[in-house]
């Protein structure tokens, strides 16, 4: 009657089991999260079966045993889990004295395990899981004690005919993974009854001269497990004793770099991502819009880089070729625009900015100062670009000439510093004559010495310089000052 008790403790923990698991095969709900998004995923229910040796460790020695049962096991996290079995078995024994035992034993246990390898993030699937846990349990045993010799039961030796009894346990094993579904498994179980039947499990309480022997019998099974994920697998992974922790993470950093590489890639090479881009394969080097598409100016169906004239919209009823030239053009009264009248429009449009004064005055506003080091004459470096505009202004107006002046700061003698003022006109002159290959009788030299400093302080970087202006018919170029050698270079 207490093997078929047992029996149909199993049926349901496998009926259990199997419940469990066909209602994670079901499809989430909409409003549920997806794997990806939930900090710990979703992840299958493992369940087995295991066979193996059980013996006791006592005070007569095993010699045969067996086990047989099975267990379902859920994750609690990366590292934890619980694992519910049922089992039954044999045990059978003989010591020296012709002392024998043979002990039937049932029991249901609840386990709390913990991976021991769960810290290794090395890879992102376990091929091994090694762990331990403890258990509690209750057991159902009978056993019998003979001696061998007379074949009757001896002094100090019980018959337990039925016992339930709790106990704990621990465990430690190891698995390996075949697959997402299956993986094999070994394991060693010691179980230590509670209460006064603690030293019953080989029916031998008493030594021979009536004192009680110092240590419970102990209850082991070495087993080995095949074990079965039970689940949905495009919806839960495997259970996570087998994953790495940070493999969630880590696919998450993979999957944004993917996005971000994705969002900044652009095909074409037009300055536009190709997220952005509504047109993702124009030609290289074609200018696009904002949003990567080839730019067409005048909205007459030719694109700018294929448009001989890009900026020249067709009037209504014109048509343009392939190279957007209009080819039946439309001359009607009011209709374009004279050179004169260009000139004329520009002219009123400067008047409105009151732009009335002469071109020589004009010229002041834009033409810039070039500074000079304390008692030198030398260009730095940083000023020969700004030369390189003032060249390229005056090759683009041939009639222009300029007028070049040198000034100082209030330091040193004043007849020193009229020399200077000399050389640094006449050192910019040179440079634009020898460099850019303006002609030397375009230029018109003159020199002011330490007089109109731009600023009050008398040793100002802004009073070392030399000014542009647009020369007048009335503007002659000075001598240089007396005692001026242009070869030697002395002074303050």
């Given at each position: 009657?207490?093997?078929?008790?047992?029996?149909?403790?199993?049926?349901?923990?496998?009926?259990?089991?199997?419940?469990?698991?066909?209602?994670?095969?079901?499809?989430?709900?909409?409003?549920?999260?997806?794997?990806?998004?939930?900090?710990?995923?979703?992840?299958?229910?493992?369940?087995?079966?295991?066979?193996?040796?059980?013996?006791?460790?006592?005070?007569?020695?095993?010699?045969?045993?067996?086990?047989?049962?099975?267990?379902?096991?859920?994750?609690?996290?990366?590292?934890?889990?619980?694992?519910?079995?049922?089992?039954?078995?044999?045990?059978?024994?003989?010591?020296?004295?012709?002392?024998?035992?043979?002990?039937?034993?049932?029991?249901?246990?609840?386990?709390?395990?913990?991976?021991?390898?769960?810290?290794?993030?090395?890879?992102?699937?376990?091929?091994?899981?090694?762990?331990?846990?403890?258990?509690?349990?209750?057991?159902?045993?009978?056993?019998?004690?003979?001696?061998?010799?007379?074949?009757?039961?001896?002094?100090?030796?019980?018959?337990?005919?039925?016992?339930?009894?709790?106990?704990?346990?621990?465990?430690?094993?190891?698995?390996?993974?075949?697959?997402?579904?299956?993986?094999?498994?070994?394991?060693?179980?010691?179980?230590?009854?509670?209460?006064?039947?603690?030293?019953?499990?080989?029916?031998?309480?008493k030594e021979g001269n009536g004192i009680r022997t110092p240590f419970p019998d102990i209850m082991n099974y070495s087993n080995?497990?095949?074990?079965?994920?039970?689940?949905?697998?495009?919806?839960?992974?495997?259970?996570?004793?087998?994953?790495?922790?940070?493999?969630?993470?880590?696919?998450?950093?993979?999957?944004?770099?993917?996005?971000?590489?994705?969002?900044?890639?652009?095909?074409?090479?037009?300055?536009?991502?190709?997220?952005?881009?509504?047109?993702?394969?124009?030609?290289?080097?074609?200018?696009?819009?904002?949003?990567?598409?080839?730019?067409?100016?005048?909205?007459?169906?030719?694109?700018?880089?294929?448009?001989?004239?890009?900026?020249?919209?067709?009037?209504?009823?014109?048509?343009?070729?392939?190279?957007?030239?209009?080819?039946?053009?439309?001359?009607?009264?009011?209709?374009?625009?004279s050179e004169e009248r260009v000139r004329e429009i520009v002219d009123e449009m400067l008047r409105d900015y009151q732009f009335?004064?002469?071109?020589?005055?004009?010229?002041?506003?834009?033409?810039?100062?070039?500074?000079?080091?304390?008692?030198?004459?030398?260009?730095?470096?940083?000023?020969?670009?700004?030369?390189?505009?003032?060249?390229?202004?005056?090759?683009?107006?041939?009639?222009?000439?300029?007028?070049?002046?040198?000034?100082?700061?209030?330091?040193?003698?004043?007849?020193?510093?009229?020399?200077?003022?000399?050389?640094?006109?006449?050192?910019?002159?040179?440079?634009?004559?020898?460099?850019?290959?303006?002609?030397?009788?375009?230029?018109?030299?003159?020199?002011?010495?330490?007089?109109?400093?731009?600023?009050?302080?008398?040793?100002?970087?802004?009073?070392?310089?030399?000014?542009?202006?647009?020369?007048?018919?009335?503007?002659?170029?000075?001598?240089?000052?007396?005692?001026?050698?242009?070869?030697?270079?002395?002074?303050?």
């Amino acid at each position: 009657m207490t093997f078929k008790r047992t029996i149909l403790l199993m049926l349901l923990l496998a009926l259990s089991a199997a419940a469990w698991a066909q209602q994670s095969d079901k499809a989430e709900k909409p409003s549920k999260p997806s794997r990806k998004e939930q900090p710990t995923p979703k992840n299958m229910i493992e369940m087995g079966a295991h066979a193996g040796y059980l013996f006791v460790t006592g005070d007569v020695q095993s010699t045969t045993g067996y086990g047989v049962g099975m267990h379902m096991r859920k994750a609690l996290d990366y590292i934890f889990s619980l694992r519910g079995e049922a089992m039954v078995g044999n045990a059978e024994g003989r010591d020296r004295f012709d002392r024998s035992f043979e002990n039937n034993w049932y029991s249901a246990n609840l386990w709390g395990l913990a991976s021991l390898n769960s810290l290794r993030w090395n890879k992102p699937i376990r091929k091994l899981n090694i762990y331990g846990g403890l258990g509690v349990g209750a057991n159902y045993f009978e056993v019998d004690a003979l001696d061998l010799v007379i074949d009757q039961r001896v002094p100090d030796t019980v018959r337990i005919n039925g016992a339930i009894a709790p106990h704990m346990g621990l465990a430690f094993g190891f698995a390996i993974r075949l697959g997402k579904r299956f993986n094999i498994g070994f394991e060693h179980q010691s179980m230590m009854l509670l209460g006064r039947r603690a030293d019953l499990l080989d029916g031998i309480e008493k030594e021979g001269n009536g004192i009680r022997t110092p240590f419970p019998d102990i209850m082991n099974y070495s087993n080995l497990r095949l074990n079965i994920n039970i689940g949905n697998t495009s919806q839960n992974a495997e259970p996570l004793y087998w994953i790495n922790p940070l493999d969630v993470v880590m696919k998450d950093i993979a999957d944004t770099r993917k996005k971000v590489d994705s969002a900044l890639k652009d095909s074409d090479g037009d300055g536009v991502p190709d997220i952005f881009d509504e047109e993702p394969n124009t030609p290289p080097g074609v200018p696009v819009d904002t949003k990567g598409r080839t730019l067409d100016s005048d909205r007459d169906g030719v694109p700018d880089y294929l448009d001989k004239e890009p900026f020249n919209p067709p009037r209504e009823g014109e048509r343009v070729d392939a190279n957007g030239v209009v080819v039946n053009p439309i001359n009607r009264p009011g209709m374009g625009v004279s050179e004169e009248r260009v000139r004329e429009i520009v002219d009123e449009m400067l008047r409105d900015y009151q732009f009335t004064e002469s071109a020589n005055s004009v010229a002041d506003w834009f033409l810039p100062m070039i500074h000079f080091s304390l008692d030198s004459y030398a260009i730095k470096y940083s000023d020969y670009g700004t030369l390189a505009g003032i060249a390229r202004m005056m090759k683009s107006n041939p009639k222009l000439r300029l007028l070049v002046t040198g000034f100082t700061d209030q330091t040193g003698p004043e007849e020193h510093n009229r020399r200077l003022s000399y050389q640094r006109a006449n050192a910019i002159i040179d440079h634009l004559v020898n460099n850019h290959g303006i002609g030397r009788g375009r230029f018109v030299l003159q020199w002011k010495g330490q007089e109109d400093a731009l600023v009050p302080s008398s040793s100002s970087y802004m009073n070392r310089r030399v000014e542009f202006r647009a020369a007048t018919a009335s503007d002659v170029e000075m001598d240089p000052p007396s005692g001026n050698d242009p070869k030697k270079r002395d002074g303050y």
